[in-house]
């Protein structure tokens, strides 16, 4: 009997707490194409993770389904669109994909190429829907801050207030709890765009006492736009100049809270600790010529110290999102590559430990893109220059191996070329967010410049002070 119990319990307690998403949708352009929808970690350390993934058949059918707690906004790449949408829990969405459109082999090339970013359209849906709410509102909001961006900066936009009232008369009768804080966190950055109001005024009277919203994009991205550097904003006011020292010195979450709460506007401190994790954030990448950085072991210390005391479990991720996000990458500073073997131009399988005894110069390209091409030009001329102290080892990402065997035969280049068949995650391995991508190696195979200057003034300035310094 308590077993039967015990059985029905756990089924209604699955019936109660699993939020079942599902998306379908049929679109004969993308048969047999694979659909892959995101969402990020937080909304402060903004790194895409896989949420669901399926192969559209050869009609054109797809259908994905998964498990949220909150709502949440997603998206998905379509050739040249990031299609995104908002979803919430126990909802189904019967979604109409954009007009096919495929990069083109310049975009492909391309490392910065912007995708354009579009809502995507839920079939019959009224205008009550979240997403149709959003992209309503959006469309008149942009819109406005296009062309009166100018006026509203010089507080000078006497269309404003009578802006606002129109909009939140249109959305009087919306009942959606999140597009209603969406609403106010859109007009609160307007309000603190046309007064130049500061974060510590924004923070007493829109964040203080007010609920965290940690899936609002709204909420969030006013909040990362008020506490941007927010460790050496408030360390440059009055009440802040210790915190540097709370953070190099006393390396502690408490020091750095007795020094916010000199402010009346950081006397909560729930709402300090997401403050001081945008913070921490912040400072691991903080690197302006002529002012002072962060040491990373302090800053480890104090986000592990966090990861023991917060206690909301939202906060708690964020903090670990940040460890992964600055600490779990393979190129750090002193660390050896991780065990990585490819084929070179003559076949031959070749570990990248094995390039040793000089310094190693290693690029990431593509034998199509003009940037990449300019490069190995360059360095055609350093290695007969630097052979005894640079090893060159370029590492091509084309699809076809025997693309780079003719390319390296027709310019007849003479240093060592490996392509990535053997292990395409090579880009996710060596952190390679745009091509052409170049690291430095020591003579022990260590990582000494995990984000080299390309081959050029800027790189032999930096080698030459790599040389003097290891004298």
């Given at each position: 009997?308590?077993?039967?119990?015990?059985?029905?319990?756990?089924?209604?307690?699955?019936?109660?707490?699993?939020?079942?998403?599902?998306?379908?949708?049929?679109?004969?352009?993308?048969?047999?194409?694979?659909?892959?929808?995101?969402?990020?970690?937080?909304?402060?350390?903004?790194?895409?993770?896989?949420?669901?993934?399926?192969?559209?058949?050869?009609?054109?059918?797809?259908?994905?389904?998964?498990?949220?707690e909150n709502t949440e906004f997603i998206f998905t790449y379509l050739g040249v669109y990031k299609a995104e949408m908002y979803i919430e829990p126990n909802k189904t969405y019967t979604i109409k994909l954009p007009e096919k459109k495929e990069k083109e082999t310049k975009d492909?090339?391309?490392?910065?190429?912007?995708?354009?970013?579009?809502?995507?359209?839920?079939?019959?849906?009224?205008?009550?829907?979240?997403?149709?709410?959003?992209?309503?509102?959006?469309?008149?909001?942009?819109?406005?801050?296009?062309?009166?961006?100018?006026?509203?900066?010089?507080?000078?936009?006497?269309?404003?207030?009578?802006?606002?009232?129109?909009?939140?008369?249109?959305?009087?009768?919306?009942?959606?709890?999140?597009?209603?804080?969406?609403?106010?966190?859109?007009?609160?950055?307007?309000?603190?765009?046309?007064?130049?109001?500061?974060?510590?005024?924004?923070?007493?009277?829109?964040?203080?006492?007010?609920?965290?919203?940690?899936?609002?994009?709204?909420?969030?991205?006013?909040?990362?736009?008020?506490?941007?550097?927010?460790?050496?904003?408030?360390?440059?006011?009055?009440?802040?100049?210790?915190?540097?020292?709370?953070?190099?010195?006393?390396?502690?979450?408490?020091?750095?809270?007795?020094?916010?709460?000199?402010?009346?506007?950081?006397?909560?401190?729930?709402?300090?600790?997401?403050?001081?994790?945008?913070?921490?954030?912040?400072?691991?990448?903080?690197?302006?010529?002529?002012?002072?950085?962060?040491?990373?072991?302090?800053?480890?210390?104090?986000?592990?110290?966090?990861?023991?005391?917060?206690?909301?479990?939202?906060?708690?991720?964020?903090?670990?999102?940040?460890?992964?996000?600055?600490?779990?990458?393979a190129l750090i500073y002193g660390k050896e590559l991780p065990e990585i073997i490819l084929l070179n131009q003559d076949s031959v399988q070749t570990k990248l430990s094995s390039f040793k005894d000089k310094y190693v110069l290693i690029n990431v390209t593509m034998t199509g893109?003009?940037?990449?091409?300019r490069d190995m030009i360059q360095i055609s001329k350093y290695v007969e220059k630097y052979e005894r102290q640079i090893q060159f080892v370029t590492i091509v990402v084309n699809e076809d191996f025997e693309t780079m065997k003719n390319f390296v035969k027709a310019k007849n280049?003479?240093?060592?070329?490996?392509?990535?068949?053997?292990?395409?995650?090579?880009?996710?391995?060596?952190?390679?967010?745009?091509?052409?991508?170049?690291?430095?190696?020591?003579?022990?195979?260590?990582?000494?410049?995990?984000?080299?200057?390309?081959?050029?003034?800027?790189?032999?300035?930096?080698?030459?002070?790599?040389?003097?310094?290891?004298?």
């Amino acid at each position: 009997m308590k077993k039967i119990i015990a059985f029905y319990f756990i089924l209604l307690y699955n019936i109660i707490f699993s939020q079942n998403v599902k998306i379908i949708g049929i679109d004969k352009n993308y048969a047999n194409d694979t659909i892959t929808f995101f969402k990020y970690n937080d909304l402060i350390n903004n790194e895409k993770i896989v949420l669901a993934s399926t192969k559209i058949d050869s009609l054109g059918n797809f259908y994905l389904n998964f498990d949220i707690e909150n709502t949440e906004f997603i998206f998905t790449y379509l050739g040249v669109y990031k299609a995104e949408m908002y979803i919430e829990p126990n909802k189904t969405y019967t979604i109409k994909l954009p007009e096919k459109k495929e990069k083109e082999t310049k975009d492909k090339l391309n490392p910065y190429f912007k995708y354009t970013a579009i809502l995507i359209g839920i079939e019959e849906s009224d205008k009550a829907e979240l997403n149709n709410l959003i992209r309503t509102f959006d469309y008149y909001y942009d819109d406005y801050i296009a062309v009166r961006f100018n006026l509203i900066r010089q507080s000078a936009d006497n269309k404003l207030d009578s802006f606002i009232i129109s909009l939140k008369k249109y959305f009087k009768d919306s009942e959606n709890k999140y597009f209603k804080d969406y609403l106010r966190y859109k007009f609160y950055y307007l309000d603190f765009l046309s007064n130049h109001k500061d974060y510590l005024y924004i923070t007493q009277y829109y964040y203080k006492n007010q609920p965290i919203l940690y899936n609002n994009v709204a909420y969030m991205q006013l909040f990362n736009n008020l506490y941007k550097d927010f460790f050496f904003e408030f360390g440059n006011s009055k009440n802040g100049k210790n915190i540097y020292s709370n953070i190099v010195i006393s390396k502690s979450p408490a020091a750095i809270k007795n020094t916010m709460e000199k402010e009346i506007a950081f006397n909560n401190d729930t709402l300090n600790n997401l403050i001081i994790l945008k913070g921490l954030h912040d400072a691991y990448s903080f690197n302006y010529p002529n002012l002072p950085n962060y040491p990373k072991p302090q800053l480890n210390q104090l986000t592990d110290s966090l990861i023991l005391q917060l206690k909301i479990p939202a906060q708690n991720q964020i903090a670990k999102n940040i460890t992964d996000k600055f600490n779990k990458k393979a190129l750090i500073y002193g660390k050896e590559l991780p065990e990585i073997i490819l084929l070179n131009q003559d076949s031959v399988q070749t570990k990248l430990s094995s390039f040793k005894d000089k310094y190693v110069l290693i690029n990431v390209t593509m034998t199509g893109c003009v940037p990449c091409q300019r490069d190995m030009i360059q360095i055609s001329k350093y290695v007969e220059k630097y052979e005894r102290q640079i090893q060159f080892v370029t590492i091509v990402v084309n699809e076809d191996f025997e693309t780079m065997k003719n390319f390296v035969k027709a310019k007849n280049y003479e240093w060592t070329f490996l392509h990535y068949g053997l292990n395409k995650n090579i880009l996710k391995i060596l952190d390679v967010e745009a091509i052409p991508k170049y690291i430095l190696l020591d003579t022990y195979g260590k990582i000494i410049l995990p984000s080299a200057p390309p081959p050029g003034e800027q790189f032999i300035i930096a080698f030459r002070k790599i040389l003097i310094n290891s004298k």
